[in-house]
């Protein structure tokens, strides 16, 4: 049983984590000025949990983590946020993951400290990817939330750890992933208006944009639907399920990816007939996204511990690991692109000039990395 459950685990991350044009690259020299947006912006970040609701008997409560931005004078008492992997687990799962792979993650942000008084601030709803959990792109997230964003990151648990590595029946959809990404809006929007609540003040529900990885860039572009929702971000993207939103969309990738190639992030690229950019970044792969990158780069992690163990096969390790080798940039070099390029969308279209257009990278920007913009006003 553990060794099967390990397998199935590993499998699930492994394919998860599944006009005119103008286009431009950026150099690989050496710059020491960061660009903005690409580094941790003016605003601490706190984190808090919203409890979602039950999502049955089976796969339990659902909840959502959230982001946002701190008072920055009243952080005292708030611990530094983190998580260790196991934390991220089904239950069944937390006590089989050795001390030694059992990564912690330290994150640029602060639990539970009262909002800043400067909101409210725009919402930026998060999904997931195939397999994932809510707090994987914690570094991300938290880097977003720092340049004024409320970032929330809710549980897609009939695609997530728990139902696909129990092989429970939860059938996932888009239906219900929209439903989920819905509902985690509501509970921002309810907890900003909660005196006792830390995100009191906090949210702008009608300031609104969706953002996800893999399987979730899809309910991201489903989101699009939505009337308050007005623009989408998908890093290494599905496409939507049905017709393609005219509203203005981006879409990242990394050329080094083999779960969601380049050349089908092109292809959903090319569905969108409204405002849209397509940023392409060189080297990196499908999991550099995620915290877990980090982990797995140190010899630690659950795909590490599976890979020495021998549960999974050769061909689905190089999935698991895919943009996490010791061969591929570090993911601290890799998310400042796409935390730059996200911010840039957030801001043109939530509140700024929605007709900008995506800056390509100027020379040294982005060290070690080729970024090419292509984009339809």
């Given at each position: 049983?553990?060794s099967?459950?390990?397998?199935?685990?590993?499998?699930?991350?492994?394919?998860?984590?599944?006009?005119g044009c103008?286009s431009?690259?950026?150099s690989?020299?050496?710059?020491?000025?960061?660009?903005?947006?690409?580094?941790?912006?003016?605003d601490?970040?706190g984190v808090?949990?919203?409890?979602?609701?039950s999502?049955?008997?089976?796969?339990?409560?659902?909840?959502?983590?959230?982001?946002?931005?701190a008072?920055?004078?009243?952080?005292s008492?708030?611990?530094a946020?983190s998580?260790?992997e196991?934390?991220?687990?089904p239950?069944?799962?937390?006590?089989?993951?050795?001390a030694?792979y059992n990564t912690?993650?330290?994150?640029d942000?602060?639990?539970?400290?009262?909002?800043?008084?400067?909101?409210?601030?725009?919402?930026?709803?998060?999904?997931?990817?195939y397999g994932?959990?809510r707090?994987?792109?914690s570094?991300?997230?938290?880097?977003?939330?720092?340049?004024?964003?409320v970032v929330?990151?809710?549980?897609?648990?009939?695609?997530?750890?728990?139902a696909?590595?129990?092989?429970?029946?939860?059938?996932?959809s888009?239906?219900?992933d929209?439903?989920v990404?819905?509902?985690s809006?509501?509970?921002v929007e309810?907890?900003s208006a909660?005196?006792?609540?830390?995100?009191s003040?906090?949210?702008?529900p009608?300031?609104v944009?969706?953002?996800?990885?893999?399987?979730?860039?899809g309910?991201?572009f489903?989101?699009l639907?939505?009337p308050?929702v007005r623009?989408?971000?998908?890093?290494?993207?599905v496409?939507?399920?049905g017709?393609p939103?005219?509203?203005?969309?981006?879409?990242?990738?990394?050329?080094?990816?083999?779960v969601?190639?380049?050349?089908?992030?092109?292809t959903t690229?090319?569905?969108?007939?409204?405002?849209?950019?397509?940023?392409?970044?060189?080297?990196e792969?499908?999991?550099?996204y995620?915290?877990?990158?980090?982990g797995?780069?140190?010899?630690?992690g659950l795909?590490?511990?599976?890979i020495s163990a021998g549960?999974v096969s050769?061909?689905?390790a190089?999935?698991?690991i895919?943009g996490?080798?010791?061969?591929?940039?570090?993911?601290e070099?890799?998310?400042p692109i796409?935390q730059?390029y996200?911010?840039?969308?957030?801001?043109?279209?939530?509140g700024?000039d929605?007709?900008?257009?995506i800056p390509?990278?100027?020379?040294?920007?982005f060290?070690?990395?080729?970024?090419?913009?292509t984009?339809?006003?």
């Open positions: 049983m553990r099967h459950r390990l397998a199935a685990l590993v499998a699930v991350a492994a394919t998860a984590l599944a006009a103008s431009s690259s950026g690989t020299t050496t710059s020491t000025t960061p660009p903005p947006f690409a580094h941790q912006g003016p601490a970040v808090t949990t919203l409890d979602l609701g999502a049955g008997p089976v796969l339990g409560e659902r909840l959502a983590t959230v982001f946002y931005p008072d920055a004078a009243r952080l008492g708030h611990a946020f998580y260790t196991a934390s991220t687990l239950t069944a799962l937390q006590g089989i993951l050795p030694r912690t993650e330290t994150i942000a602060y639990v539970g400290p009262p909002a800043s008084t400067k909101g409210p601030f725009p919402v930026v709803l998060f999904s997931h990817g994932g959990e707090l994987y792109y570094h991300l997230l938290a880097g977003i939330a720092s340049w004024g964003y929330v990151s809710a549980d897609y648990l009939e695609r997530g750890l728990a696909q590595t129990l092989k429970l029946t939860a059938t996932p888009a239906a219900q929209s439903a990404m819905a509902s809006l509501t509970a309810h907890a909660d005196p006792s609540s830390p995100l003040g906090a949210a702008n009608h300031e944009a969706a953002v996800g990885h893999s399987a979730g860039g309910t991201a489903n989101a639907a939505a308050s623009t989408a971000v998908g890093w290494a993207p496409g939507p399920t017709t939103s005219t509203k203005p969309v981006m879409l990242i990738g990394a050329e080094g990816d083999t969601v190639p380049p050349a089908t992030v092109r690229y090319a569905s969108f007939h409204g405002p849209k950019a397509l940023v392409e970044i060189s080297g792969g499908h999991n550099t995620t915290d877990i990158c980090t797995i780069r140190s010899g630690g795909i590490s511990y599976a549960f050769a061909s689905l190089e999935l698991g895919n996490c080798q010791a061969k591929d940039l570090a993911p070099r890799f998310w796409v730059y996200t911010v840039i969308q957030l801001e043109n279209q939530l700024g929605a007709s900008a257009t390509s990278p100027a020379p040294g920007q060290p070690g990395f080729t970024v090419t913009v984009q339809s006003r």
